[in-house]
Each structure stands twice: as structure tokens, then as C-alpha cells.
């Protein structure tokens, strides 16, 4: 198991004990998702389209560009931060939540690392500004398998040509950039992947099907098509066959946002179920005054807070330059299990009106089931964990 590698020179912080920046910067997203988004989660959730006004009220409030330097137009925060809006974001609506960590914890957080100074100067401003972006790494054949990826990258003078299709990509609706992972040489396998920068008006690049879904319906998630779509050379991220390293450390890094996204919405169901239980009345009392339900908010509130640990653990330790692959992992992983969860128990809390969509509980439990499946599968994270165990 993971172990301390260092003893610290002054005493830790607990985990949940935030800097004044942290928290000033977590009262203001907490306050905005309550005031702003709040009242549009429903109309948002059965049209399945995200307001375009609470986007561009994200780019406003830096949300879009947390870490981005200041130079650049962003806000110069911290990868803990990113965790932070998404918890708080989560809470009320986890299509807000996921918007935010696509755009600031795959996206901006890839370009920032790998990206050449002409690119950073091309795009990190667009992307504080007002360019949402995308990551497209899934096709059809290739989720879990991921470097089994069919899109070709053909070399052709001064740029590539791509073609193939992507599936699954989230933000695509709204996207202005794309970071899409093609193959430019598969008789080196996975070494042939490459990373590209692809501006949605690129010739031979259109975004197709956008997916009718279970939960976080508000969030788009479309197919990109790529015929003989033309990228100049410039907008390479990193090497050429390097892609596979880029994938698979944003990914560890992005996973990390997800078990965010699913503690602020197992957090935002567990708030919901405390408020009914104190004013819901039967037998001549509230509910919370019998010990079953007692019980029941007790255990669920214990698998929050412990889910939590696990997710500031792993940011902290990212932010800190620490190994943090497997922390992130399990993070994801329980996190994502026990939103579910707690989602599952809220409902019951609720009772009867709690599987009607007049409360807010449902949708909750509908948005929790992604959380197990996107950026690596349960059964991939306890891949990630079991290498780290077994070596
Ligand atoms: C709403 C949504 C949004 C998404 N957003 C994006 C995005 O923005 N960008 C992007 O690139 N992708 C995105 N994805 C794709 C997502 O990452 C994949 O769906 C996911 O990685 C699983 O791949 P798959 O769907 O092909 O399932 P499969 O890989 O076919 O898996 C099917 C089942 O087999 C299991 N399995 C597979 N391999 C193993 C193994 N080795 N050991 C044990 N079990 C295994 C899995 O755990 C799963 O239960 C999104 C998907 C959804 C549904």
C-alpha cells in the first residue's frame, strides 16, 4: 500500500481544512451554483441542452480557466481548486460539474503541460475567454482499450489528414477546440498516437449524433467525424507518437475530477435527503426523528466524508508533485460507488415523491450511474490499484 514517502517538516493540514483562497473561492462557486443554476437544473435536464447563459456566466467567473496563468487570461489557480468547483457544481447539477472538468482538468490541464509557447499564446486565452473545449480519445471499437484507437493520422506536407469517428465526446455540442488522439503510424501500435488541436471549423472536421441519455443529460455528449480532415503541423500537441503518454496522464489527473463531480453529487443528495427528513411528517413526527432513518443519513453522511478524503488526498498529492495514480484511482473509484449509493438511499428518504421528477433526488440518482463508467471504468481503476498491489 501507498505510504507517506516523506515525513513533513511542519505539521499537515488536515485534509478538509482549507486556505483562505480555497474557501473564499469555494463560497463563491457554492453561491453561484445555488443562486444561478439551481433554478434552470430541471428545464436544463429535460430539454437536454445546458444553458448558454450559465456557460458564459462560467467563462465570467473564471471557472473555465482555473489554472490557466494570469498572463493568459485565466485565473492562475490550483488543479485543488478545479476539484473544488467541480464538488460545488456537482452538488446541484453534475452536468455543470462535468463542463467544468472536461474544459479545466483534461482539456486546458493537457495544453498547459505539453503544449509549444505559439500554441499556449493561440489557445489558453480563447479558452479563459470563451471557448469551450473537448477530449476525444473514445471511438466505437476502442473505450476501455483505449490506445486501440482506428483514427488515422496521414502525414501530407505541412499538416495531417485525419479520418476516422469519435464517440462519446463530452462538450462537443458547445465545443470550439478539440483535443483528438489519432494514430499517425500503427505499425508502431500505440507509440503511433498522436495528439492534435482541432478547431471546430477545420475543412473535414464536423461534429455528428449527439447521444439521447440516462444522466447528465444537460451535459452533450456527440460523435466527431474526421474526413481527411486537414490539421496543420502547428498544432501537434507534444511529439508525434507521444499522444499515449498525454492520454494517460491527463486521464490519471482527470479521473481525480470525477470522484469530485460524484462527492458534490452524493453531498448535493444527502443535503436533499437531511431537509425532507426534518420536515417530512408521519406517525405524528418527522421522519429524522425515527432512528431508522437516523441511521441511514448517519451512514450515507460517513461515506461522503469518507469519499471526500479520498479525492482531496489525491488532488493535494497532485498539486504537491507526489506520485498520485493510484490514490486517484481509488478516489474514482469509491467515490463513484458510493454516490450511487447514497443517491439510491436519498431516494428512500424521499419515499414515494422521491422517484417523481417534482424533487430533485431522481435526477441525482440517474446522473450517478456515469461515474462508474466514464474516464475508466470501475474495473480499470481496480486494474490501476491491483498493478500498484501486485507490481
Ligand atoms: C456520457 C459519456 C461521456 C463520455 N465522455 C467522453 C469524452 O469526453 N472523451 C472520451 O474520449 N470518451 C468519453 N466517454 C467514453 C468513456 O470513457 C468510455 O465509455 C469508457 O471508457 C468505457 O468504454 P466502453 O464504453 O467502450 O466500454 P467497454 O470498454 O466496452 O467496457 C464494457 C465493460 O467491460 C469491462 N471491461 C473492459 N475491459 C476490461 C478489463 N480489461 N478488465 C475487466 N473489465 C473490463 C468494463 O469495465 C465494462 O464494464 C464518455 C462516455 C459516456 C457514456
Redesign the pocket.
Known sequence: MPVSATVPESPAAPLTVLTEEERLFQATVRRFAREQIAPHVREMDEAAVFSKDILRQFFELGLMGIEIPEEYGGQGGSFFQCILAVEELSAVDPSAG?IVD?QNT?ANNAILKWANADQKKRYLPRLARDTVA?????E???????FALATRAVEDGDRFLLTGR???????AEAGLFLL?ANANPSAGYRGITAFLIEREFPGFQVGKK?D?L??RA?S?CELILDNCAVPKTNVLGEVGKGYKIAIETLNEGRIAIGSQMIGLARGALDHAVGYAKQRKQFGKTIGEFQGVQFELAKMATEVEAARLLVYNAARLRDAGHPFVTEAAMAKYFSSEIAEKVASKAIEVFGGVGVTREYPVEKLYRDAK?GR????????Q??TIAKQLLG
Open positions: 462535468v472536461v483534461i473537448s477530449y476525444a480519445l473514445s466505437a471499437g476502442s473505450g476501455s482499450d483505449a469519435k464517440l462519446w465526446i463530452s462538450n462537443a488522439f447521444e441519455k444522466g447528465i451535459s455528449t456515469i463508467i466514464y474516464e475508466g471504468t470501475s474495473n480499470i481496480l486494474v
